[in-house]
């Protein structure tokens, strides 16, 4: 049996010193009374993007989903496995938080193996590609608005296009669209600049990434 990484166990027993034991209370309150955040927030499961990071948040403050290219599927229930279904459908209506944002990001590898079709190293049952084709239709339109861009131009437009597939693709689960309609939730998007450490925000009215 394959003994557990050591430098893990190290960082374990880093965090045990250095953080929880200053903030103990804080961990035995939410053990106690469980957890409630205000935020979910769906972002790529790309290991240089930690949404408690960037967002300096401590445990409990926010739900956080993470999957390839941070998408959302649209609504439907054929299937028998739909875990970001089950984290909204969680988060909504047990937990009752009142923002989702969907958090994009620069150098998405689910997005250049979108873009490319399939540059990824995938196994026969292609679970990549499979799972990026919820994005096949904004990616045809970005290289057709796009004809005479580069790689990186259309990666970057793409990336956004993550955004506002997941937030259309929300919109199509009728308990969002209830909340949502009676104000008790409200849905963001972002994007965050690896290299340059800017997060963007969507602006809905003109449909723009506006740096904070």
Known sequence: MAHFPEHLADRFKRFKLRHFALNQ???????????????MIVSCCDSRVAPETIFSALP????????????????????????????LEFATLNLRVKHIVIMAHSSCGGVSACLNHDVAKQTDDHFISNWMSILEGHRDDVVARLPNADESERQAALERETVKASLKNLRTFPFVEELENKGRLFMHGAHFNIESGTLSVLNTSTDQFIPL
Do not use: C, I, K, M
């Not at 961990?27 to 935020?39: K, S």
């Not at 993470?66 to 875990?83: D, F, K, Q």
């Open 25 to 39: 209370e804080h961990y035995e309150e939410l053990a106690e009374y469980g957890q409630q955040p205000d935020t």
């Open 60 to 87: 409990g403050e926010l739900f956080v989903v993470r999957n390839v290219a941070n998408l959302v599927p649209p609504y439907e229930t054929s299937g028998r496995y739909h875990g970001v279904s089950a984290a």
